[in-house]
């Protein structure tokens, strides 16, 4: 069993008082925080390291790119992909998504052709595709979900037709938790010989993830959903698909020669990665993933499991809340409404007691649409939180009544 | 649970108790029949939604307003007193009544103008500014439907 305290230790922000109350951070999902490994190796490459990767014969440069090539091996080992050359550094899930749907999906693409979606969606892995779908004409088709938030299976065979020239879904949904059967639904594609794409932005804190294994074409994920830095993220694609993509953008870093007739294009993984890239954030990337392999993940997701349970069990004793979303297998996400207080006032309420909830549509508007609310309250869990930290949000919950007067 | 009282002070500078009545019970909420002027406001970040209908006679004197819709406590309340402050003044006393809301919810040191009246609650939506635009959103509707401009209103 690890100590919670210790690992607290290792989080300098959860020291941090907001509003005089000592913060209590439950919005892991929207983004995690950083462990002093990470901000540590931030600060040392800017003082210590800083260089442009693949230029330069001097030293310094050489120590930029072996670290910089380093946490890409260090990506690969971490999802286990085959290569490293199957790790395409991004910007984050949005970017590995859009490139996917410009450089995979639009060149094959035929009036009519069909993109499969599903209800759970992020906004990011639904509008770049329906922009691909309308520079094609292609169709986006949704898997629907039912009233506790998971997918209805069933309906997925007819779903997945001769037209169907991509599947793409979330493996944990950032509005409500809900961990989809992502290796079943892989192989119901792969029967048609349908490709796959996986956004697993919410899987990185909470799964361990084995692209192999899972045998998806595509794996998108941001270091930041997983304790590492913001602006930096990853396109996990195989291999013999990435080799016959075009490049997603123009540039420096990305060519083998350039004349003003022709261009020819370097080697994978290079060919994606036009300009400059996010140097120090991919480091700081692979700092997180030396940071959570060196923890005792089981115990961690154990730990984390049962503060989720007993917050969930505790927000359905208070009268008049609802909960949004009870899959069978959830993550630690909980969205909820409560009668007579809207959820931006939540949030507003439980931030003078120091807790950070996040308190919107978590860019899934067809999600709330399907659930007809507006907006929900959403409190997510990382393996940093406490049991103390969900008495105080309890009580903030008690504050948000009190203000409306409530029952 | 015990409730500090640090809490509750700062909370009832923002939620005073009549954002709180007017939230619980909104005034002129309805459509209402052949008005002359309508508009659609979004708050897409929050998801608040909100319809506003006037109905301006030819003297420019705002007869009758109306608003339907669904939003937070700070823009319902908004959208409540908005409505009861303008039903009958002329469109000029509204305009100069939007500016001074405005300035009220946004500008360092500004003075209460008097014409505000109850408005004036909003005062302490100043020190949260992720929620001036819920108290904003009726009135940036009225511009829009005062206007006559096409389709809808954002806040973003």
Redesign the interface.
Known sequence: MFNIENIRKDFPILSEVI??KPLIYLDNAATTQKPQAVIDTLKHYYEHTNANVHRSVYTLSERATKEYEAARDKVQKYIHATHREEVIWVRGTTEAINLVAQSFLRPQLKAGDEILITAMEHHANIVPWQLVAEQTGAVIKVLPINDQGELILDELDNLLTSRTKLFAFTYISNAIGTINPVKWLIDKAHEKGIPVLVDGAQALPHVKINVQQLNCEFFACSAHKGYGPTGIGVLYGKKELLEKMPPYQGGGDMIRTVSFEKTTFAELPLKFEAGTPNIADAIGFGAAIDYLSQLDWKALMHYEHELFLMAKEALKEIPGLRIIGEAKDQASIISFVMD??????IG??VD??GVAIR???HCA?PL?KRFCV??TARVSFSFYNTKEEIQVL??AL??VK????LP | ???TT???I??SD??QDII?DH??SPRNYGKLDCASHHAEGHNP?????LELFLHVNDQGVIEDLSFTG?????S?ASASLMTEALKGKTLKQAEALFEHFHALLTQENAEASEDLGKLIVFMGVKD?PS?VK?ATLAWHTLQAALKRQAGLVSTE
Not at chain 1, 402 to 405: A, E, H, Q, T
Not at chain 2, 70 to 74: A, D
């Open positions: 509003n005089g007579g207080a809207h959820p931006h006032d507003t309420i003078s007691y308190a919107s549509h508007m709330m507006p907006a309890l009580e008690h504050g009190k203000v409306f007067g | 649970m015990g409730e640090t809490n509750i700062m909370l923002l939620y709180v939230t619980r970040l929050c998801g608040d939604q669904s939003g937070c406590s700070i319902t949260y929620r819920c």
